[in-house]
């Protein structure tokens, strides 16, 4: 079963707009990871959150966690039409053990328009 | 240095064959993960192995089944398949089981896209 779920599951913006995707999840978390899909292929790990953050930069990127609501945000600042793409998050749950898995959400839509 | 390589990349079966997919991980790395994802939907996990040990286990049939090597690629084989079993498969290699758990992400193959009609 999937843990996460994204909202919106579709957005279209113009270039240059700001982007911005959430995802909820259910379980207490170790961390909280983003990842991005291009046409079905593979995912490209974007960023990772630990639980005991709150926001975090790169480039473009910022994510928010927050563990009280169970949530996390992804804003991607002036928009490119390289950034269409499906964004995916993902939680790595307490509890998890040594298995490694990553419990993925439906993933947000984005396309970019020139 | 090459990322995780994964073949074949597309792959058509009828129901009730067997399937066999390949993952070789990022050199040096010794955790793979495979996940399903079927269109339309996030990627759901079905294993993990480290150091050619399974480590986890998703809620998939027992006709789903894989092992490592001890290169530490990895093969996933699905028996007896259903049409349901239509999805994308990745890969996901990792330097250890934990992958330095609040520090890395995963490292993603391109997938294998299985086809059964």
């Known amino acids: 079963s999937q843990q996460g779920e994204e909202d919106p599951q579709a957005l279209s913006i113009q270039e240059g707009e700001n982007a911005t995707m959430n995802c909820s999840y259910k379980?207490?978390?170790?961390?909280l990871q983003w990842y991005r899909q291009n046409s079905g292929r593979g995912l490209v790990h974007l960023i990772l959150?630990?639980?005991?953050?709150r926001e975090k930069h790169s480039g473009r990127l910022r994510v928010t966690l927050d563990t009280s609501k169970k949530s996390s945000s992804l804003l991607i600042t002036a928009s490119r039409a390289a950034d269409t793409a499906s964004y995916f998050c993902?939680?790595?749950?307490?509890?998890?053990?040594?298995?490694?898995?990553?419990?993925f959400g439906q993933g947000t839509t984005l396309q970019v328009k020139p | 240095d090459a990322g995780v390589t994964q073949s074949p990349t597309h792959l058509i079966k009828t129901r009730g064959q067997h399937v066999t997919l390949r993952c070789s991980p990022i050199?040096?790395?010794?955790?793979v993960s495979w996940y399903q994802q079927v269109l339309g939907q996030g990627p759901q996990f079905i294993f993990q192995y480290y150091e050619k040990e399974e480590r986890g286990r998703g809620n998939f049939p027992d006709r789903f089944s894989a092992r490592q090597f001890p290169n530490y690629s990895s093969e996933l084989n699905v028996n007896a398949l259903l049409l349901g079993d239509s999805a994308l498969y990745l890969c996901?290699?990792?330097?250890?089981?934990?992958?330095?758990?609040?520090?890395?992400?995963?490292?993603f193959g391109s997938g294998t896209r299985l086809t059964v009609v």
């Open positions: 050199s040096g790395h010794k955790s």
């Open positions: 959150i630990r639980s005991n953050e």
């Open positions: 993902a939680t790595d749950e307490v509890g998890s053990g040594n298995t490694g898995k990553l419990i």
């Open positions: 379980t207490s978390i170790n961390n």
């Open positions: 996901a290699s990792s330097l250890k089981s934990l992958p330095d758990r609040d520090l890395y992400g995963y490292t």
